[in-house]
C-alpha cells in the first residue's frame, strides 16, 4: 500500500504521475503542519489560508523538479509554512487570541506525551486526553521564542541545526530555549495537576 512508503517513494510517485502517492503524503503529515500554523497565527481561517499556500508552493515546487530535500519532506514544508507565517507577521497582520484554535487535530499533539510522566496511576491514564489538551494550551503561553521552538521540534520534526538556523540563533540558544520551555511546561501541569486534585 501507499501509506508503507517512505516520503520519497511517495515523492517519486507522485512525480511519476501517480496523484494518490501526493495524496498520502498531504495524509500523512497535515496534522503536524497545520497544527504549527495554527498553533502561531491563532486565527483558524488565516490558518487555512497559509497552509493551503504552503501546499501549493509544495506541488509547484516538486512539479518544476525544484525539490531537492531527499529524506527531510517534513522539515522541508515546515520551513515553507514557518517562511509564510513570518510574511503574515511581516504583512502587518495582527494576532488574535483563540482559545479553541487546534481542538480538531486530535492527532497532532501525540508527540507531546513525552512530557506527561510514564508512571501513572489509572486515573492519571483515564486523563490523557485532557491532559493533551492542556498542553496545547500551556504551548500557546510559553513566550514566543520557546514556543517557536517546541513547535518547529515536536511538529516539525526539525534537528536543532534546522531551528538555529531558521531562527538566526546558535544551535546552544535554540537548545536553551526549548530546555526552559519544557521546564515550563512541566510546572504550569503540575499547577493544573494541583487544581484537578483540589477541585
Avoid at 517562511?83 to 507531546?112: C, H, I, L
Wanted: glycine share 4%.
Amino acid at each position: 500500500m501507499q501509506s508503507n512508503q517512505t516520503d520519497e517513494q511517495l515523492i517519486n510517485g507522485y512525480l511519476n504521475g501517480n496523484d494518490n502517492c501526493f495524496e498520502q503524503l498531504l495524509k500523512r503529515h497535515k496534522n503536524k503542519i497545520f497544527t504549527y500554523i495554527v498553533l502561531t497565527v491563532k486565527q483558524r481561517n488565516v490558518a487555512e489560508d497559509i497552509f493551503q499556500d504552503v501546499f501549493l508552493k509544495v506541488i509547484n515546487t516538486m512539479n518544476k523538479g525544484s525539490y531537492k530535500e531527499e529524506g527531510k519532506f517534513l522539515p522541508w514544508v515546515m520551513r515553507i509554512a514557518h517562511n509564510m507565517v513570518m510574511d503574515f507577521f511581516r504583512n502587518g497582520k495582527k494576532m488574535q487570541f483563540v482559545d479553541n484554535a487546534a481542538d480538531e487535530d486530535e492527532e497532532s499533539v501525540d508527540v507531546f506525551r513525552l512530557l506527561i510522566n510514564d508512571e501513572k496511576n489509572a486515573e492519571e491514564k483515564i486523563m490523557d486526553g485532557e491532559m493533551e489538551h492542556e498542553i496545547r494550551t500551556m504551548i500557546d503561553r510559553l513566550e514566543d521564542e520557546q514556543k517557536e521552538v517546541v513547535l518547529m521540534r515536536h511538529y516539525g520534526k526539525m534537528s536543532f541545526k534546522e531551528i538555529a538556523e531558521m531562527t538566526n540563533v546558535n544551535i546552544n540558544t535554540a537548545l536553551g530555549r526549548m530546555r526552559y520551555a519544557i521546564i515550563n511546561l512541566r510546572e504550569m501541569m503540575n499547577e493544573a495537576k494541583e487544581k484537578r486534585i483540589a477541585a
